[in-house]
């Protein structure tokens, strides 16, 4: 069905513009593409095609960053609000408005323009608290995005979280804001390492959350110069990764220092209104903002709350009546849709790397390659740089200037590396230097001498199996790639497991023939039998998380004193691991499809992935044992490029809506649960003939 969207945004004035159309076609797992030969007409398309599949997660994503979310979840969004309104996104968003970039404030204004059309037209489909959206909440969502990357609340002192007065209750709740545990895999194949000629292969697989903001949107767009494919969080209107028609790109998530906290010297003691920097005292900036809080009964009541900021920034205090400022990178940066543009814009490494290294975004390793042949890594960020003779693990003096930031350190200076010996790179939120074999301490190369502020020495298991993988390949086809990326073996079974077998064998022979000694037994020839992949017919994972589980083994693995076992201790572990199992229902042998599950509305399928794997798909387990994932790849994508041709293949969690009507709320599921990706139309022609509804719109609405 065809039709125009026309309805009007206040505040922009069209009435001398040509109208242009844009249409927005669906493919049969209703991702959208969106075509226009005018930039503005596409993003309006957009935005209303994302308020489509989205609305109600759009507008949580602006309610989270203007800080209001306890108005529509009630008391426990007021967590969120007095966590983040000192850091006022909004307030920022308008007040730095003007400085973007002429075309992202006209992208902007059509796009929300296109989410207020849609809310007009389907008035039914709104949340009770819907409500018209800006320009200014896509900037602030943007920078609620930055915070959230940047924040470490390790750096708090700890007194923190005991109970603090209640205009400072904020401070208590920054802590679950710790984006410590997301992560990604990433890798990029030079033409030396793939098997089709001059053909460059590029794998992204970032590890988040597949509910609340982290979750991913999948769209392609081709609206003038704007011509891109890959996902971005609901309410953004630029892709943050895929490809452009010569270029692809995935993310994984670094470890720079980008915040510190500063002890400051405040007085008076009671009611401070000055702060100590120098030698002398300066007003500190006080500002006071009015919460809102829906209770059950859907009434609305207001509490206040007065924060104090230093130049570092907000100020906190501990039981001792210690006084902390937190400063962070990146705060007070609206640019960061300028940079997204400018990498959907990019056609080839080289310019690439130069909208990377504009550095709004504060963090996130690159791994790329373009259709040239030409591949480049970079550990990117607004990284500050610090002062010697501080230890920033710890509150630095906020009274001197001696602790004072020097700045960012530049794009050039940045960890990075292109066309590696190897062919390859690779990142599972490794150190740089991990990257790729040769780049590390040679000429041209990544220094793994680092100070520990600008890049821990992280190695994970995941980055050692994917090293192993990558190193033994040579002329990797797509399906390869594919394999690679979505490796199931079980990282700490194969580190552990025959220790532990060794040790249960041992450990068995010296045990009295009887039930005990034939549970043992048998719980052995299950974990010898399995070959260490989690794959949902795979007979050996749950027997081996039980195993897990029991102290003695946990202890071991910990600190393991030796690579010998006492077999005793495992046999008794063996013992506990089969009782914990049979107590919650479950076989020694089951299959772990049994119990770990892919789940969404009615939709129940078993599961590939899991522990630790280059595929964790972690989650939940009930008392039954049953494990509901909710945490992994939250979108995977292959490209294959070379001059003058380009393929790509993905897969979501769930789906594009989250409609629970709609066919596209769960149809991706069963492609997630077994790792199988689907094929995206690679041309014009292939779109069309693979679009099974169309959608036409007009530009300025009204014409």
């Not at 609000?81 to 003007?98: C, H, N, Q, S, V």
Request: aromatic share 10%; proline share 7%.
């Amino acid at each position: 069905m065809i039709f125009v969207a026309a309805a009007l945004f206040a505040g922009c004035s069209h009435a001398n513009a040509q109208p242009t159309q844009a249409v927005v076609m669906r493919d049969g797992y209703g991702m959208p593409y969106v075509r226009s030969s005018r930039e503005e007409a596409g993003m309006y398309a957009f935005g209303y095609a994302q308020a489509q599949d989205r609305l109600t997660a759009i507008l949580h994503n602006y309610k989270q960053a203007r800080a209001e979310l306890a108005e529509i979840d009630g008391p426990e969004g007021l967590s969120n609000d007095l966590t983040l309104r000192p850091f006022r996104f909004f307030e920022i968003a308008r007040e730095k408005y003007g400085s973007l970039g002429q075309q992202v404030q006209l992208d902007l204004d059509a796009f929300c323009a296109g989410i207020n059309a849609y809310e007009k037209d389907n008035p039914r489909a709104c949340p009770p608290w819907a409500f018209r959206v800006s320009p200014y909440d896509v900037v602030a969502f943007t920078e609620f995005v930055n915070f959230a990357f940047a924040y470490d609340g390790s750096k708090l002192p700890e007194d923190l979280s005991a109970s603090v007065p209640t205009d400072d209750a904020w401070y208590v709740r920054l802590r679950p804001h710790d984006p410590s545990e997301v992560g990604s895999n990433a890798f990029a194949l030079a033409p030396t390492k793939t098997k089709t000629a001059h053909t460059t292969i590029v794998s992204m697989d970032p590890h988040l959350p597949w509910q609340g903001w982290r979750r991913w949107y999948q769209a392609d767009l081709n609206c003038d110069a704007l011509n891109v494919t890959g996902v971005t969080f609901a309410g953004v209107p630029y892709i943050a990764m895929g490809h452009t028609p010569t270029l692809a790109w995935g993310n994984t998530v670094n470890h720079p220092d980008l915040m510190d906290v500063y002890e400051e010297h405040l007085s008076p003691a009671d009611k401070p209104t000055h702060y100590e920097y120098d030698g002398t005292t300066h007003n500190l900036t006080k500002r006071t903002y009015r919460f809102g809080v829906v209770g059950p009964d859907g009434k609305m009541t207001y509490q206040t709350h007065e924060f104090l900021y230093t130049p570092h920034g907000p100020v906190v205090h501990d039981r001792q009546g210690h006084s902390y400022a937190i400063k962070l990178a990146g705060w007070g940066d609206v640019q960061v849709l300028n940079q997204l543009r400018d990498q959907d814009l990019a056609r080839t490494v080289s310019q690439c790397r130069k909208a990377i290294g504009e550095q709004h975004l504060v963090k996130f390793n690159y791994l790329f390659g373009d259709a040239s042949g030409h591949i480049g890594y970079v550990y990117a960020g607004k990284i500050p740089k610090r002062p010697a003779n501080y230890d920033v693990a710890k509150p630095l003096p906020g009274w001197t200037s001696r602790t004072e930031w020097l700045g960012d350190v530049p794009a050039a200076s940045l960890p990075q590396a292109y066309d590696p010996p190897a062919g390859y790179f690779e990142n599972c939120n490794d150190a740089p230097w991990f990257t790729s074999p040769g780049i590390a301490d040679r000429p041209g190369g990544i220094s793994s001498k680092l100070p520990e502020w600008m890049s821990p020495q992280d190695r994970s298991d995941r980055g050692l199996r994917m090293t192993e993988l990558l190193s033994k390949a040579n002329k990797l086809s797509v399906d390869d790639a594919k394999s690679v990326a979505t490796d199931t073996l079980d990282l700490t079974a194969q580190r552990w497991l025959p220790t532990l077998l060794s040790a249960a064998r041992r450990g068995v022979t010296g045990m009295p023939g009887g039930t005990q000694h034939d549970t043992v037994a048998h719980c052995v020839d299950v974990l010898s039998r399995w070959d260490m992949r989690r794959l949902v017919e795979s007979r050996g994972p749950a027997l081996f998380d039980a195993l897990l589980d029991q102290p003695a083994i946990n202890t071991f693995l910990d600190n393991p004193p030796s690579p010998h076992l006492d077999g005793a201790t495992v046999c008794q572990a063996i013992l506990g691991a089969s009782s914990n199992l049979s107590n919650r229902g479950e076989l020694v042998d089951g299959a772990w499809g049994d119990v770990h599950r892919h789940r969404r509305g009615a939709v129940d399928l078993p599961m590939d992935g899991g522990g630790n794997s280059i595929v964790p798909n972690q989650g939940t387990m009930d008392d039954r044992g049953v494990i509901t994932a909710g945490f992994g790849p939250s979108f995977q994508m292959i490209v294959e490029m070379s001059k003058g041709s380009i393929k790509a293949w993905s897969y979501l969690p769930y789906g594009e809506s989250d409609d629970p009507k709609s066919p596209h709320y769960t149809d991706q599921m069963s492609l997630a649960t077994r790792r199988k990706f689907r094929e995206l139309p690679a041309t014009e022609a292939a779109v069309e003939q693979a679009a099974v509804s169309r959608k036409l719109f007009s530009w300025p609405p009204g014409h």
